[in-house]
């Protein structure tokens, strides 16, 4: 079945390590994007990408770093210089020939630093 | 920036419609979604309606657009204990270059 798929589901992270959320697809979408979920705060775009080699900075962008050198990998790297890492991370794609827009999601992964 | 707005939390008895409200700020809007999010999961499309409709219904879902008052509404017709869930309101527009924005969601809860 064609999907998102985010690894791991759960970690676990020392403060000053980077760690890095894969996420893969196989639906042939052009655009990724990952996003941060926090309580009560919706979600907020970290990152997005709508071609191979190329990405735009979301509404907070600092300290996190994204690649995208596959169309199927969007992979994003939590780093030491983010000050407040612990959240649900969801990373999502749409295929910009879509009429709608509408976003795919993966099932997410929950970053907790200890 | 663009802006969406929800209540954070809904209660309602079993058997009941629900309505969930949302607010925007975009005028030039084009989609405008409702995402149901189940616990521990990613977000899932529940539907969606073109900014130059004011109403679309399936099934037990009723979508009410108020263009004017920029005013978004989801009922949910015979809530069922399975559509415990948070729902998420979101726009689009070519002013936001496509960037979905998303509201803060809401929390529907369930009464036996």
Redesign the interface.
């Known amino acids: 079945d064609g999907g998102?798929t985010?690894s791991p589901k759960y970690l676990f992270r020392k403060e000053g390590q980077n760690v890095t959320l894969s996420c893969e697809q196989n639906l042939n979408h052009d655009a990724m994007y990952w996003?941060r979920q926090d309580p009560?705060?919706?979600?907020r775009?970290i990152y997005?990408s709508q071609i191979v080699n190329d990405f735009q900075k979301?509404?907070i962008a600092e300290g996190y770093s994204v690649s995208r050198e596959k169309k199927e990998s969007f992979p994003l790297t939590v780093t030491s210089a983010q000050k407040n890492p612990t959240a649900f991370y969801?990373c999502?794609s749409s295929t910009l020939a879509g009429e709608?827009?509408?976003?795919f999601?993966?099932?997410?992964s929950?970053l907790t630093v200890l | 920036g663009e802006d969406v707005e929800q209540s954070l939390f809904l209660s309602v008895r079993e058997g009941d419609s629900s309505v969930i409200n949302c607010t925007y700020t975009d005028s030039s809007s084009t989609y405008l979604y409702w995402y149901k999010q189940e616990p521990g999961a990613g977000l899932q499309l529940l539907t969606y309606i073109f900014s130059n409709m004011d109403m679309k219904q399936d099934q037990r879902l009723t979508v009410l657009l108020n263009k004017k008052d920029k005013h978004l509404s989801l009922r949910i017709a015979d809530t069922q204990t399975g559509d415990s869930a948070i729902y998420f309101c979101a726009e689009t527009s070519y002013s936001s270059a496509s960037k979905i924005i998303f509201g803060s969601g809401t929390r529907l809860s369930i009464r036996p």
């Not at chain 1, 999601?105 to 997410?108: I, Q, V, Y």
């Open positions: 998102i985010q996003y009560g705060q919706g979600l775009l997005y979301g509404d969801l999502a709608t827009g509408e976003l999601f993966g099932e997410g929950r």
